[in-house]
């Protein structure tokens, strides 16, 4: 199993912005689709975006679509999730994480993402 490092959270006001980043270390990387989730307490997990191992596919829960940009940096093994314009609602611990049975299936010690006035 990789150990996948989240970062890039914090406490943001209405209509701000953060970039979360996923480290994701290993060749395999660029195999894998990547996810980001999220969970706020007494919710269920929740996927938010996801990116293929190219790069080209995409997905988004229709509450981010429009403000959330996921990508990802195969020389850097990284994943990236840009958020713009939040709102309370996306206030929430952010995970990352691949596939089912891959190196990638594990939690992270997510990042927690505060939007409040």
């Known amino acids: 199993q990789v150990q996948l490092v989240e970062s890039g959270g914090g406490l943001v006001q209405p209509g701000g912005s953060l970039r979360l980043t996923c480290s994701a270390p290993?060749?395999?990387?660029?195999?894998?689709?990547m996810a980001w989730y999220r969970q706020t307490p007494g919710k269920q997990r929740e996927l938010v975006a996801d990116?293929?191992?190219?790069?080209?596919?995409?997905y988004y829960v229709a509450s981010v679509k429009g403000r959330f940009a996921i990508s990802r940096d195969a020389a850097k093994n990284m994943v990236y999730l840009q958020m713009n314009s939040l709102n309370p609602e996306d206030t929430a611990v952010y995970y990352c994480?691949?596939?089912?049975?891959?190196?990638?299936?594990?939690w992270g010690q997510g990042t927690q993402v505060t939007v409040s006035s």
């Open positions: 994480k691949g596939p089912p049975r891959t190196p990638y299936d594990n």
């Open positions: 290993g060749s395999l990387f660029n195999r894998y689709t």
């Open positions: 990116i293929s191992g190219a790069g080209w596919e995409n």
